[in-house]
């Protein structure tokens, strides 16, 4: 069984930071495509970065040059560095883990964590 548990998220104002933390535990943590969600409230889940089992890195355009995404394999934690942040970033962000980097590229992972709140004002 496969748990994600993120941390991190909190109430900044624009052009703050933020380190969104995910760990993973119950699976080869480093043979799973890993990525952050991000979903508002009556609006679609939106896809914000994905890195792959071999480090290759997929970002949204809204957040390139922003946000960075990284993990500790040692670790088994996922990171999201959020600079520069806007309010349009103000959303529930959610880890998500698949063997498949398909599932996750297409949004549809199998195993996600609970969410961590960010607020941008």
């Known amino acids: 069984h496969v748990q994600l548990v993120e941390s991190g998220g909190g109430s900044v104002q624009a052009g703050g930071s933020l380190r969104l933390s995910c760990v993973a535990s119950?699976?080869?943590?480093?043979?799973?495509?890993m990525g952050w969600f991000r979903q508002v409230l009556g609006k679609e889940r939106e896809g914000v970065v994905f890195?792959?089992?071999?480090?290759?890195?997929s970002y949204a355009d809204s957040v390139k040059g922003r946000f960075t995404i990284s993990k500790d394999n040692a670790k088994n934690t996922l990171y999201l560095q959020m600079n520069s942040l806007k309010p349009e970033d103000t959303a529930m962000y959610y880890c998500a883990a698949d063997e498949s980097s398909l599932n996750v590229a297409t949004g549809y992972p199998r195993y996600w964590g609970q969410g961590t709140q960010v607020t941008v004002s």
């Open positions: 119950g699976h080869t943590y480093s043979a799973y495509c």
């Open positions: 890195i792959d089992s071999d480090g290759s890195t």
